[in-house]
DNA sequence: TCCGCTATTTAGGATAGCCTAAATAATATT
DNA sequence: AATATTATTTAGGCTATCCTAAATAGCGGA
């Protein structure tokens, strides 16, 4: 067994961990305990614990106390993982009609248990799709992602325009309430105002016909990405 | 929340014992710890740990030295499970086109993980089958079956015609040379010879064209069941 | 620079499954 | 009936993952 080799499955948490991780250094800097731990909803010893062993398999590299980054075989391991959530996500809503408020759980405990073939029929079936259902970018089988825009709609100046490129899936109740109001990948949204202190957002959705301004607190907007649609 | 509560989800290794117990249980006696220990692949002081945690939790009973009986409870439990198996071989044949000999590892793994919605919208997309590729029949939703027939094939006597009913589904490799050989569901079988002492069985394939004779063990021939074709 | 808050790690436990070896019960044989 | 064989259970362990409480490290502010 050479030192190279990886293939040999990983455990439900094990995965859950490198997709968090994943995520968080996506946002900037190293992932720190803390903040994996509330990502996973488990208590920070836990992932204490759960560091040292990830770090022993060489999936990441741990600097005590300062946080804790993929090697490039967690990563790796990390976009299999996102691949097949992905995947299933597409195939959830494509062809067996799930509302995409809801996929992301059942896509969440599938991962674990759905073989690499598996994904990759379902991934033709559907003409090897790019973005998932919320706009994430699908993984190739073999490790490409261009992860998109890290702009989010918080971020926009007011009377700016643009369009929405993935929404942050995690929360169906959230997912419910920004399909309501139009807020879904490949929309268009105009700012409308931004108040002060945190304040909430008012938006327009472009080519809406019952095109009321509507407003959204920035803890909401934040995790709604988007592109610069006029340069 | 009351004692007659049952829903909430149990885990892969649980959902094995009960499908092994129900499977024991079909072919006669209560099933014993042994049986259960071989059928799982697991040491027999193993079995008598989750067989002890099954009983507490109300899904078996368990006379001490004697064997172990599915509560209506557990019986349910494991036709939920046996549903999702199957549904899913069914999904994954004749959708997805996985070959016959490899649909029940994956199944294996799914059938844990996925949930009694994804099934039954797979099972809405098939047109709810009553049989899966192998021939064994699907639990209704509400937990109805009828189990076909146990007569196998190493039962028939000579001169017999038969009708392949279900063949067992667990080695990859017997049902490819099943397939081989013309042996799968619905295929008409007529015995032509039974060699005594354990000999093997010579037969024929009804309607087959090149219908040379083939001989199979008592042992493969076993895990085919039949229906009487002639009375 | 020292203090105190926060983040992290360590210590000590729990649970679910699995294992091997040893003890015990049931059954079969003489 | 006594013993040999086989099936089952008990005892004692291991691993992965989680937890709480206590110890420690790092850092921002007086």
Redesign the interface.
Same mark, same amino acid.
């Given at each position: 067994m050479s030192a190279l080799q990886v293939a040999r499955s990983l455990s439900g948490p094990v995965e859950d961990y490198l997709k968090a991780i994943y995520d968080l250094e996506r946002a900037g800097q190293p992932a720190t305990t803390n903040e994996i731990a509330i990502r996973l909803a488990i208590s920070p010893a836990s992932v204490s614990g759960m560091v040292r062993r990830l770090a022993e398999q060489g999936l990441i590299r741990h600097e005590p106390y300062r946080g804790v980054r993929l090697t490039t075989q967690g990563r790796r391991a990390a976009l299999r993982t996102l691949r097949r959530h992905r995947i299933l996500e597409c195939y959830?809503t494509e062809?067996?009609?799930?509302p995409w408020d809801r996929v992301h759980e *059942?896509a969440e405990? !599938?991962e674990? /248990? /759905?073989?690499e *073939?598996?994904i990759d029929? !379902?991934a033709t /079936?559907l003409g090897n799709p790019q973005y998932d259902p919320h706009g994430a970018p699908i993984p190739t089988a073999d490790g490409e992602v261009h992860e998109g825009s890290d702009r989010s709609l918080s971020e926009v100046e007011v009377n700016g325009v643009v369009t929405v490129e993935r929404v942050h899936d995690e929360d169906g109740s959230r997912l419910r309430y920004l399909a309501e109001l139009g807020i879904r990948p490949g929309a268009k949204i105009r700012i409308v105002e931004k108040a002060p202190f945190e304040g909430p957002i008012t938006f327009r959705v472009e080519g809406k016909r019952s095109a009321s301004a509507r407003a959204i607190a920035v803890s909401l907007a934040s995790q709604v990405f988007v592109e610069n649609d006029e340069r």
């Open positions: 959830l062809v067996l009609g799930y *059942e405990q !599938m674990h /248990a /759905a073989s *073939e598996l029929r !379902m /079936a």
